[in-house]
Nanobody, 129 residues
Framework: EVQLVESGGGSVQAGGSLRLSCVAS?????????LGWFRQAPGKEREGVSC????????YYKDSVKGRFTVSSDNAKNTIYLQMNSLRPEDTAVYYC?????????????????????WGKGIPVTVSS
C-alpha cells in the first residue's frame, strides 16, 4: 500500500522559508516515479507546483515558483522535499505530496494535470504579509 505523509508546513512571514517533507512508503523510488508537489489555495483549484524524477533527478516547476522553490529527493529514505524560499502570500495553500509511475515524456505533464495516482492528506502553509 502506497502512503505519503507530509510534514514541515506552518506559518511564516513573507520572504521567509519552509521545507516540506514527504515520507513515502509502499514503493521504491528506484522504480521510476514522478514525485510531485501540488497545492490548493482557499476557493481555488488544486495546481501542480513541482515534480522530480525518482531515478534521474530531473526537476520541473510551475513558472511562478521557479527560482524560489527547489524539489529534491532522498531515495535511501524514500523522502521527497520541497524547499520554499522567498515565500509570498500567494503561496498560501494546502500542499500535497503526490506520486505517479513515470510513463513517458516530460515531467511538466505531471504538474499540468491533477491526476496523480497517490496523494498525501495535505499540509497547510500560510504566508503572511
Amino acid at each position: 500500500e502506497v502512503q505519503l505523509v507530509e510534514s514541515g508546513g506552518g506559518s511564516v512571514q513573507a520572504g521567509g522559508s519552509l521545507r516540506l517533507s514527504c515520507v513515502a512508503s509502499g514503493f521504491s523510488f528506484d522504480d521510476n516515479y514522478a514525485l510531485g508537489w501540488f497545492r490548493q489555495a482557499p476557493g481555488k483549484e488544486r495546481e501542480g507546483v513541482s515534480c522530480i524524477s525518482s531515478t534521474d533527478g530531473s526537476t520541473y516547476y510551475k513558472d511562478s515558483v521557479k527560482g524560489r522553490f527547489t524539489v529534491s529527493s532522498d531515495n535511501a529514505k524514500n523522502t521527497i522535499y520541497l524547499q520554499m524560499n522567498s515565500l509570498r502570500p500567494e503561496d498560501t495553500a494546502v500542499y500535497y505530496c503526490a506520486v505517479n509511475k513515470w510513463v513517458s515524456g516530460s515531467g511538466v505533464a505531471y504538474i499540468e494535470g491533477d491526476d496523480m495516482e497517490y496523494w498525501g492528506k495535505g499540509i497547510p502553509v500560510t504566508v503572511s504579509s
